[in-house]
């Protein structure tokens, strides 16, 4: 007979001391690993601010001020990747998708529509291209990573022909322009929407009925469906979403800077990935958590900023995020199987 | 009357003759096991009892009543659940929120009662379905075994309120403690009033529990039989020469 300890051996075993096991319960959470990384990092660079406030000016407001500027972004970038990736699918043509809307947003206002209109059809505009990436990648059972690389050249090629390449400005008038990046009791405000946005994912995704049927179709789609969720419209929707957020990035970026140019969203795609994956999110779908997204796109731009801080070469950044992504990556494979392996 | 019956039913994929004027009934608390060979049209049957495949021609009916099941939703309405050997649980899910994946306890925006729906996991895993080694409702159901799982799934049926349980090959990736585990469960919700129909090549846990055999072959019944009239010798013979 099978011994009975593979019944009873939990993976925090009795015999592991209670400061070990609560680790280990740690690193088991979704988000765990990150948020121990994340916090050391944080109290590494409060420590070393404190000590030498005149060489390294973390803590200073006008360190503070940028990285609540230069967040917000990327972050909501990810948000919707990232909703989109526990779905188990990708989308490689969210920073097309965030310049192309952003142009066409500000060519709205240009030809003298509010911005208050011009912004929602911008949205509406990044929701239809994602929906349509959707109804692609499930109408001819494609992979979405080939699609969405045929809309990222697309809606890239797209900004040129609209627009050529030259800049929009972008004047939308006051009152559009204290919303999106103007300062409310010190802290900006296009990272108030960022936190607000990410509060309402978290409770989308793991409070609603909704992020239920997310992580089911993300985990197993076969399961998913036999039971009755409507799996094709669930990543539908998570298509859709990850669209709007592109969207709404541009409109933040675009009203931070007052102009659109056509070159920049280049790269941000694989960025935003980067961030859920370091944030613990699993390739294959059905594994994270909106923390570990949020707390991804902190890490990244808060190693960013010590790294400019430390006035060392940009390509230094590149080569940091190359290898948490890697690291990170290894580690949640591990979890992965030890979770299958159970 | 009976609880759930088969009439004349016939299902073609193209040219091919999947089953044949298939009829059988299952009454009420009863077990019964339906046995044949691989490619005999067992699964057809499952699959069209659950409401995944339609009959070419013939019907079902529930309580005597015609009832025409498009979707899998629809044969959950009437009471069918359907355990797969493969069982349709998400791994990545905890318990409670795959025992009620799909019909949730939701407030009026759709945000999830989390509390009520665990408090019901716990107790329909303690009360209805007795596995070990499950203590939380909140363990992943990618760290249970497999038979376990399973419980999770008959867990499921049984809060639900399911009449007829399609076991389809349910014992094929269990260990024989498990196996000893989900057959004892068939009779303790026979004896709730809750019909089981086992599909299984395995003779053996078929005879354990079953009412009455129904055995298929070629896609349509060869023989029907009570389990006081036969021999496992008897069963045997009808599988394996027709």
């Known amino acids: 007979m099978r011994p009975v300890t593979d019944m009873t051996h939990d993976r925090a075993g009795p015999h592991q001391r209670p400061a070990a096991r609560w680790l280990h319960s740690l690193l088991s959470m979704p988000a765990g690993a990150i948020l121990l990384v994340f916090v050391t990092v944080q109290l590494f660079c409060i420590v070393a601010g404190l000590i030498f406030p005149d060489d390294f000016r973390y803590l200073s407001p006008q360190n503070m001020g940028i990285l609540m500027r230069s967040v917000p972004v990327l972050g909501c970038l990810a948000l919707g990747a990232g909703l989109l990736m526990i779905a188990g699918e990708f989308d490689l043509s969210i920073g097309s998708v965030y310049t192309f809307t952003a142009v066409v947003m500000a060519m709205l206002v240009g030809s003298g529509v509010d911005a208050f209109l011009a912004a929602p059809a911008g949205l509406l505009v990044g929701a239809a291209i994602g929906l349509s990436n959707g109804i692609l990648t499930l109408r001819f059972n494609l992979p979405s990573f080939i699609v969405t690389l045929g809309g990222l050249l697309f809606w890239r090629g797209a900004v040129l022909l609209i627009n050529g390449a030259v800049q929009v400005r972008f004047d939308p008038g006051p009152a559009f322009d204290a919303l999106f990046s103007g300062t409310v009791i010190g802290i900006n405000a296009a990272f108030i929407w960022f936190v607000g946005l990410s509060l309402a994912f978290w409770a989308l995704l793991h409070r609603h009925r909704f992020g239920n049927h997310v992580f089911a179709t993300g985990g197993d789609r076969s399961a998913a469906t036999a039971i009755g969720v409507n799996t094709a419209r669930i990543k539908l929707a998570a298509f859709a979403i990850a669209g709007a957020m592109a969207a709404f990035a541009g409109i933040l970026a675009t009203t931070r800077v007052g102009s659109v140019q056509p070159g920049q969203g280049a790269g941000l795609e694989l960025q935003a990935i980067a961030a859920c994956v370091i944030g613990g999110l699993s390739l294959r779908g059905g594994r994270g958590s909106i923390l570990g997204i949020f707390l991804g796109v902190m890490l990244i731009f808060t190693i960013t900023d010590v790294l400019l801080l430390l006035r060392a070469p940009g390509f230094y950044l590149d080569m940091f995020i190359a290898t948490l992504i890697v690291v990170a990556s290894i580690f949640n494979h591990g979890l992965d199987r030890r979770g299958a392996a159970a | ?242």
């Open chain 2, 1 to 242: 009357m009976s609880l759930l019956a088969l009439h004349n039913i016939n299902k073609t994929f193209g040219p091919l003759r999947a089953l044949t004027d298939l009829s059988f009934e299952v009454g009420h608390s009863e077990v019964v096991g339906l046995l044949g060979d691989n490619g005999a049209g067992k699964s057809t049957t499952v699959n069209l009892i659950s409401g995944i495949h339609q009959p070419s021609s013939g019907h079902l009916s529930i309580d005597g009543e015609r009832r025409d099941f498009t979707c899998r939703r629809d044969s959950a309405e009437a009471g069918i659940e359907t355990i797969y050997q493969n069982t349709a649980l998400v791994d990545c899910l905890s318990i409670s929120r795959n025992i009620f994946l799909g019909r949730e306890l939701t407030d009026r925006f759709g945000f999830l009662d989390l509390k009520t729906m665990r408090e019901i996991a716990m107790q329909v895993l303690d009360s209805a379905v007795h596995i070990s080694g499950i203590d939380s409702p909140d363990k992943l159901v990618g760290d249970l075994s497999g038979g376990q799982k399973q419980a999770v799934a008959i867990a499921r049926a049984v809060f639900f309120k399911r009449r007829v349980l399609l076991l389809d090959e349910p014992t094929s990736a269990l260990s024989v403690r498990e196996t000893e585990a989900l057959l004892n469960q068939v009779l303790r919700l026979k004896q709730e009033g809750v019909s089981s129909v086992l599909v299984t090549h395995n003779l053996y846990h078929a005879y354990q529990v079953c009412d009455r055999f129904v055995i298929m072959s070629h896609g349509t019944k060869v023989f029907d039989v009570a389990k006081a009239e036969t021999t496992i010798g008897e069963l045997t013979q009808h599988v394996v020469l027709t």
